[in-house]
């Protein structure tokens, strides 16, 4: 080959997305997203990612607009599809979400959703990476605004996402759990949210 680039491979962790999904222009005229296009069960998987495993190093080199679809699935671990957008990468942030990690890898129904609603999680329930931090203006009213690397962190990310972080992030959360019972103070949830407040 001429300019020594080697051939396209197919992607070690093949993606899926639900049948049950399709990909569309956002309602609000922002962007592409994923909406149903059938009732859904809670419970039920909605997609899994797939890509390559890369580091942090890699995700640093990599354009912001590549960056958007990059899921952080451990410590120093982020599956990314690098030459091009796998159709779970269509799936938007919400400050409060329909959907919830299973896994690292897999996304499940919070609850039922309905016809014509996009589907969405949390970010924060993924990523902790200063590079993954982004501006959000989804139009819920707990709105955070800007999601941020510690937000899996705070109090009231916690909750709403309860059992449905990924599993890096919630063994932090664990430990964060376990220094708090520990004698510092009783109270989990509100020292979770000081220590936000960085
Ligand atoms: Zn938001």
Redesign the pocket.
């Known amino acids: 080959m001429k300019d020594g680039t080697p051939p396209r491979t197919e992607e070690p962790y093949p993606s899926y997305l639900s049948p049950k999904l399709a990909i569309q222009p956002c309602h609000d005229g922002r962007g592409t997203g994923v909406y149903a296009a059938e009732p859904i069960e809670k419970g039920e998987l909605l997609a899994v990612w797939g890509g390559r495993i890369i580091d942090r190093a890699s995700v640093a080199k990599l354009a912001p607009a590549e960056r958007r679809y990059v899921l952080q699935v451990g410590d120093d671990r982020y599956l990314a599809s690098l030459d091009h957008v796998d159709p779970p990468d269509y799936i938007n942030?919400?400050?409060?979400p329909n959907g919830g990690l299973r896994g690292e890898d897999q996304l499940v129904a919070m609850r039922k959703i309905a016809v014509g609603e996009e589907v969405s999680f949390d970010y924060a329930t993924t990523d902790s990476c200063s590079l993954l931090e982004f501006a959000?203006?989804?139009p819920?009213r707990?709105?955070?605004?800007r999601?941020s690397a510690d937000d899996w962190r705070r109090a009231d990310v916690q909750a709403r996402n309860r059992g449905y972080f990924s599993p890096y992030l919630q063994r932090r959360i664990d430990a964060l759990k376990r220094v708090v019972r520990g004698g510092v103070a009783t109270d989990g949830a509100r020292v979770a949210f000081r220590q936000s407040d960085r």
């Open positions: 942030h919400c400050c409060h959000c203006e989804c819920k707990s709105c955070r605004r999601v």
